[in-house]
Nanobody, 124 residues
Framework: VQLQASGGGLVQAGGSLRLSCAAS????????MGWFRQAPGKEREFVAV????????YRSDSVKARFMITRDGAKNTVSLQMNSLKPEDTAVYYC??????????????????WGQGTLVTVSS
């Protein structure tokens, strides 16, 4: 299974971007699809995840207030609408797919498949 992410780019602080990710296989049973990000010199961190049952989780209240994750379970796609972007949101964003419903969703090692990453740059 391959994940293809798109939608990154350069935006001014306060602007918006929408990231999208699609799995190459629509028939595979994916429990959750999520987004991680990695800023230069920092570790990869969890951003948000959308479960097959419709539940969503965000890394913090700040992200929850500005970002929205949506998922199409039938198509195995996930999107991340990012509003009110801040310079500290600058990072390479990765989509990921989790197969196991009992895994810890914020832990990157629990995800079986990863996209190639898309760069988001927020200028001040």
């Amino acid at each position: 299974v391959q994940l293809q992410a798109s939608g990154g780019g350069l935006v001014q602080a306060g602007g918006s971007l929408r990231l999208s990710c699609a799995a190459s296989e629509r028939t595979i049973s994916i429990y959750a699809m999520g987004w991680f990000r990695q800023a230069p010199g920092k570790e990869r961190e969890f951003v948000a995840v959308a479960r097959r049952n419709g539940g969503v989780v965000y890394r913090s209240d700040s992200v929850k207030a500005r970002f929205m994750i949506t998922r199409d379970g039938a198509k195995n796609t996930v999107s991340l609408q990012m509003n009110s972007l801040k310079p500290e949101d600058t990072a390479v964003y990765y989509c990921a797919a989790m197969l196991n419903s009992y895994a810890q969703e914020s832990r990157s090692s629990e995800y079986a498949y990863w996209g190639q990453g898309t760069l988001v740059t927020v200028s001040s």
